[in-house]
T-cell receptor, first 113, second 116 residues
Framework: DVKVTQSSRYLVKRTGEKVFLECVQDMDHENMFWYRQDPGLGLRLIYF???????EKGDIPEGYSVSREKKERFSLILESASTNQTSMYLC????????????FGPGTRLTVT | AQKVTQAQTEISVVEKEDVTLDCVYE???????LFWYKQPPSGELVFLIRRNSFDEQNEISGRYSWNFQKSTSSFNFTITASQVVDSAVYFC?????????????FGQGTRLTINP
């Protein structure tokens, strides 16, 4: 079974802090994604990566950056956390090819106070 | 523009009732994929089904069935004889080449509550 893990289920940070959210997948997938989920808005894509050291902006990249130094790991970075970044963050991975579905991690609920 | 609309924000039914979750999509592409995901209270999205745009055959899997109609750009999901364990948020999603094969566009989600 595909396994996507995220470093924390719950996280509380202060405004202005630098925050790292880590995601690891064990299926040798090329593609990895970071979404945020907010009520009434569904899931919105922040960034994705289709290979090591490669990244592309999604629909809402402002205030975020990412890092993919190894194939299995994709990190989301909030350079200076703000209260409007309080949200559920979901990581996903997918194998190469259009037909494959994305596999999701359990999510990290981040609260910025 | 790519768009997925799930007009039903919340649905609440009594156990054993049938329930249909609506999904309407927009895309200019002729080749695309549609998905349904389930998000139980634990938070992890679980893949339920994928359909490609060339396959309009409806699908049944146990108590779950999906009705794909290109003429109305809809991909509806029906649960027959609902159970409490079906309570979750359900997301419909679209992926097409125009948007980029990498991206999934999600609907807003429908929160389904099955009451005993």
């Amino acid at each position: 079974d595909v396994k996507v893990t995220q470093s924390s289920r719950y996280l509380v940070k202060r405004t202005g802090e630098k925050v790292f959210l880590e995601c690891v997948q064990d299926m040798d997938h090329e593609n990895m994604f970071w979404y945020r989920q907010d009520p009434g808005l569904g899931l919105r894509l922040i960034y994705f990566s289709y290979d090591v050291k490669m990244k592309e902006k999604g629909d809402i990249p402002e205030g975020y950056s990412v890092s993919r130094e190894k194939k299995e790991r994709f990190s989301l970075i909030l350079e200076s956390a703000s209260t409007n970044q309080t949200s559920m963050y979901l990581c996903a991975s997918r194998g190469r090819g259009r037909a494959y579905e994305q596999y999701f991690g359990p999510g990290t609920r981040l609260t910025v106070t | 523009a790519q768009k997925v609309t799930q007009a039903q924000t919340e649905i609440s039914v009594v156990e054993k009732e049938d329930v249909t979750l609506d999904c309407v999509y927009e895309t200019r592409d002729t080749t695309y994929y549609l998905f349904w995901y389930k998000q139980p209270p634990s938070g992890e999205l679980v893949f339920l089904i994928r359909r490609n745009s060339f396959d309009e055959q409806n699908e049944i899997s146990g108590r779950y069935s999906w009705n794909f109609q290109k003429s109305t750009s809809s991909f509806n999901f029906t649960i027959t004889a609902s159970q409490v364990v079906d309570s979750a948020v359900y997301f419909c999603a679209l992926r097409s080449r125009i948007q980029g094969a990498q991206k999934l566009v999600f609907g807003q989600g429908t929160r389904l509550t099955i009451n005993p």
